[in-house]
């Protein structure tokens, strides 16, 4: 495979960052496309370890999985794939083609073109089990948990994601597992806001298995369609065919 596609599926990653700022690069190599991080773009006083960063770029990797499918091609990803070179933290190798791409991943995509709310979502009503559990699934693809605590009954849902471990490995699934949760809130009307300086959250030890480690809090609340456009959303999710 020439570099081509490589470079095609990186013009066609899109979408919103958990940051203002892109703190990675996308660097096309002989048979890989690299997934690096920039440091001098991201750099808070708060996080010296690079653990936000980490989460970042594994929001964006998911973008760059969902472009490849797009342009007909499997993602093969290695996390941190040279110890030697820390600011290298995935490597992607585009695998055969593929003959179809899922609605579900197709959606997804549709979702990266939209932007992520940057503040608190308004308080709408409280997203209902089956979206919950939709969400859940999305976090466990990623090797995360998504961890749903008591309903406060102000419309806003409060959730933790946690992972196993706290490693540079863990952070980025833990980005990964964050940006599919934010898409596929998206793909079903879920606003979503959600900070990562966590260092404990006490609701979450009874819920949590041994081992398992806070790595964003949530905020998850249904948003009201405009009047009038409840019929076309309907139409839209019921037509296997078309996305956004």
């Known amino acids: 495979m020439d570099a081509s596609a490589e470079r095609r599926v990186v013009a066609a990653t899109m979408g919103p960052t958990i940051h203002d700022v892109h703190a990675w690069r ?6 890989l496309i690299e997934v690096r991080a920039d440091p001098a773009r991201f750099r808070p006083m708060h996080d010296p370890a690079g653990r936000g960063l980490h989460i970042s770029c594994g929001a964006a990797l ?8 797009q342009v007909g091609h499997e993602a093969v990803v290695r996390l941190l794939p040279d110890p030697g070179s820390p600011t290298l933290l995935a490597a992607v190798r585009l695998a055969g083609r593929r003959h ?9 995509f549709a979702a990266t073109l939209r932007p992520f709310p940057a503040r608190r979502p308004p308080a709408g009503s409280a997203p209902s089990l089956t979206v919950l559990n939709e969400l859940a699934e999305a976090a466990r693809l990623e090797g995360a948990t998504l961890h ?9 849902q409060k959730a ?8 540079p490995a863990e952070w980025l699934r833990a980005g990964q597992a964050l940006q599919r949760v934010l898409l596929s809130g998206v793909s079903r009307s879920i606003a979503a ?26 905020e998850l609340t249904s948003t009201v369609l405009p009047k009038g456009t409840e019929g076309r959303e309907h139409e ?5 065919d078309r996305v956004g």
């Open 26 to 31: 996308f660097k096309v190599v002989p048979g």
């Open 62 to 69: 998911v973008n760059l999985r969902l472009a490849a499918a």
């Open 100 to 108: 179809r791409v899922p609605r579900s991943e197709r959606l997804l």
């Open 148 to 156: 749903t605590l008591p309903a406060t009954g102000d419309g806003l």
């Open 160 to 167: 933790v994601l946690t992972t196993q471990g706290n490693s």
């Open 193 to 218: 806001s959600f900070v990562y300086e966590v260092v404990d959250v006490p609701a979450v030890k009874s819920l949590a298995q041994h081992g398992d480690i806070p790595q964003v809090v949530l």
């Open 236 to 240: 839209r999710q019921s037509d296997p």
